[in-house]
């Protein structure tokens, strides 16, 4: 089923193939949680779909039961495979779209976070996208498009993937998820709610707000610390609270030195959460915690 805030997008992709002018690389930038993943999976089967209507699925034929097992021979999909995407991967993309369809029709490459491909795994892809074959499309989906270089972007139908907020809004309160008072945060990432749901992360997304509104009168963190050890991709989340809120502090009168004090620190843990090995977490709290106090102060 189609995220309604997309519905825009997709026919405009849709018209654009039924009129011959789909481009054979797409790219989708967007943040996070805001649907451009599944975009992309539902477009791919729509290419590969032999009875597609708006390039939309029917759900029904051979290539549908084989994209719904994963074992359609005309699909090749790209994820990262550690910190980078390396040029043997982009090389094996080449290899797989230059060999004939097994379906006789489409083939379809979804390279996912194509920022993060290497400067050799980039210029591989480059060749590529130099010499499109005919019924050959690559759909790329990408968080920070500032890390691509020009000569690729200047290759691929470039589309910003955003989100309607009032349309988010009612979609999330579909979900039955409860009234977070951080919620609308995530407003225009509405697919990482639903994520923190399927996996039953709620509770702690809310206790890591708490932490985040409170860190100056707390002196047990081991909620916290537990919560970031066992996902250290909540860091994100947690200091985004911290941030916010003091935002917040600066606008009720927080003294302008003090908030830049309290943002380094913040910045600070963040670098040290992401570079430093092994992290001792309890002692980066309890230092951020006493950083924060003292710009309070």
């Given amino acids: 089923m189609p995220l309604p805030w997309l519905e825009p997008l997709q026919q405009q992709l849709a018209q654009s193939y039924s009129q011959h002018r789909f481009h054979h690389a797409q790219l989708f930038n967007g943040d996070k949680g805001v649907g451009k993943q599944r975009l992309v999976e539902q477009l791919a089967d729509g290419l590969l779909c032999a009875s597609a209507n708006n390039l939309v699925a029917c ?15 005309d699909k090749r999909v790209v994820k990262v ?10 090389r094996d993309i080449t290899d797989f779209i230059n060999h004939s369809a097994a379906q006789n029709g489409n083939k379809v490459v979804v390279l996912e976070q194509c920022h993060k491909m290497t400067t050799a795994a980039a210029n591989a892809l480059l ?4 010499e499109p074959s005919l019924r050959r499309y690559l759909l790329l989906t990408c ?3 500032a890390q691509l270089p020009a000569t690729i972007l200047s290759r691929c139908a470039v589309h910003e ?12 309160a579909s979900l ?4 977070y008072s951080w919620l609308g945060l995530f407003s225009q990432q509405p697919l990482l ?19 985040a509104t409170e860190i100056k009168d707390s002196h047990n963190f081991s909620a916290l610390v537990d919560i970031l050890n066992k996902d250290t991709s909540l860091v994100n989340v947690f200091t985004l ?8 502090q600066l606008v009720l009168g927080m003294d302008f030195f003090s908030y830049q004090k309290a943002q380094s620190a913040i910045s600070e843990f963040i670098y040290n959460s992401s570079h430093v090995l092994g992290l001792n977490m309890p002692l980066a709290i309890s230092k951020l915690a006493f950083s924060l106090r003292e710009s309070h102060n």
């Fill in 193 to 211: 709610v639903e994520q923190w749901q399927n996996e039953q992360q709620l509770e702690s997304i809310d206790t890591l707000y708490k932490f």
């Fill in 161 to 172: 993937v955003k989100v309607n907020i009032e349309t988010t809004t009612q979609w999330l």
């Fill in 241 to 248: 609270f911290l941030t916010e809120h003091l935002k917040t």
């Fill in 127 to 130: 060749k590529t996208l130099e």
């Fill in 176 to 179: 039955d998820i409860p009234n």
């Fill in 59 to 73: 759900g029904h034929c051979k290539s549908c039961l084989l994209n719904q097992a994963g074992t359609h021979p």
């Fill in 143 to 145: 968080e920070q498009i």
């Fill in 81 to 90: 495979d550690g910190q980078t995407i390396g040029v043997d991967e982009i």
